[in-house]
């Protein structure tokens, strides 16, 4: 029986405009530890949202290979990246392990690299996701590669995550305070269900339950 290495993002940092978020690519083992030789990770943004700018390997496991091929290169016959970096909201990255003859092994969450983006316009929410399979010139597929088997898939789950804005940083400066507090106060008892930024709940209206969210975010 092959064991299996999930692949998912991790993004820790808020969404504040013209700011940069980071997105760990992560590899987990399912259950005993896993052998691991290569990735390819098909990856998707919304780019009215995000701008990708490319990857940071700070901290990253080691690799004889970590990037995102350039436009136009044989590394990406697929043609995924119509530019260097993609900018139309699906980028194509590649892993290699090493190639000193050492069994490369996982058990814990690893890191392999960082995507970078940055924050265009304000929003609450936005999904950096895993693309399965995407066909441009060829189809490219998200893969993990073990084993002493040459190009044995050990693909298992993969997910995306989510960039969040501050709760309750109505005015997206990066800081909840006197500013948002304003915003909210004259949006108060607004019946709206058109994606007012003061309604943080989302319930469809300004109210003491908007308030308290502020509050619990302050500073």
């Known amino acids: 029986m092959v064991e299996l290495i999930n692949l ?4 820790n940092d808020h969404a504040i405009v013209d700011n940069t978020v980071n997105v760990d690519v992560m590899l987990v083992a399912q259950e005993t530890q ?4 290569s990735v390819d990770l098909v990856f998707g943004w919304d780019n009215t949202k995000l701008e990708f700018i490319g990857i940071d390997n700070t901290g990253a496991m080691d690799s004889l290979m970590s990037f995102v091929p350039e436009s136009g290169s044989n590394w990406d016959f697929y043609g995924i990246n119509e530019a260097t970096p993609p900018a139309d909201g699906n980028g194509l990255y590649y892993w290699l392990a090493p ?3 050492i069994p490369y092994y996982i058990s814990n969450p690893v890191k392999i690299t960082t995507l970078q983006f940055k924050v ?11 693309i399965p399979e995407m066909t441009v010139n060829a189809t490219a597929r998200t893969i993990i590669y073990g084993s002493n088997i040459p190009g044995l898939a050990v693909t298992g789950m993969t997910n995306g995550c989510v960039v969040d804005g501050i709760p309750g940083d ?3 400066n990066g800081r909840v305070d ?3 507090m304003a915003m909210l106060l004259s949006n108060w008892g607004v019946v709206s ?3 007012n930024p003061c309604d943080l709940n989302e319930d469809g209206i300004v109210d003491s339950i908007d308030l308290g969210i502020l509050l ?3 500073s």
């Open 170 to 172: 109505i005015n997206y």
């Open 120 to 130: 265009l316009p304000d929003f609450s929410g936005t999904l950096v996701d895993v």
């Open 34 to 37: 896993q052998r691991i030789t």
């Open 193 to 195: 269900f058109t994606n």
């Open 216 to 218: 619990s975010n302050w």
């Open 8 to 11: 998912f993002f991790v993004c």
């Open 178 to 180: 006197s500013g948002d």
């Open 99 to 101: 190639l000193d003859g």
